[in-house]
């Protein structure tokens, strides 16, 4: 991630692991200086206005999803039985010809759906990783001003003492220079984040469950 190291590594050393109490030293009131810092990136998400603004924007299109989806699921049912009235009128090849088009249809909006459920889960995914990439100057300009030469995934850390975390003052940050990011473009069902430029000119499947398998008519 350019000028800033972050750990994400399932195994850390011994060493890494464990951060002494000496390596935290109050130089001034206020302000504590680590080479070594943490940050919790599930609560930066979550904590921030953009990421609560994204996450209540995936759970509406979740519900719509849903909806939506029980919706056809209707429909097709009522197409399915009408046609299965509609048998004893028609012709063998007349209901045959029906029935494959009724299938055809039950599979396309299946797979429709499911690309849809994908495409949003996708979303979902993506989104913590893109708001990491957005905030990746101001944990720069939190390390310079803390000392700091490496930032860790607290996730991972044995033992730390609360001083180095710096998750609640990135998460301030973040939000004063972007707020909650409702004026940003969608692309792809997830907010395209921009990134935070660094202070003072530094460099910086389907989740309804519907079943609209629907079923051939012709096998009944």
Known sequence: MGALALSFAP?????????AGGAVQAQEIGTVQSA?????????????????????????????????????EAELRAEEQALTDARADMTPKQFRTMADAFDAKVRSIR???????????????????????MAEPVLVQVMRERG????????QVLLRADAIDITDLAI???DAAVGDGSDMATEEGADALPEIDAPDGEDSDNPSGAD???GNPADE
């Open 148 to 155: 700091g030469s490496l930032i860790l995934d607290n996730r």
């Open 172 to 174: 301030a940050r973040v």
């Open 111 to 133: 797979q429709e759906n499911e690309r849809k459920a994908r495409d949003l889960e996708r979303g979902r995914e993506i989104a913590p990783l893109s708001l990491m990439r």
């Open 36 to 72: 070594i810092l943490t940050l919790d990136p599930d609560r930066l998400f979550t904590g921030t206005l953009v990421g609560q603004r994204l996450i209540a924007q995936y759970e509406a299109e979740r519900d719509r999803l849903i909806a939506s989806n029980r919706e056809l």
């Open 212 to 214: 609209t398998s629907g």
């Open 11 to 19: 195994l850390l050393p011994a060493s890494a692991l464990i951060v």
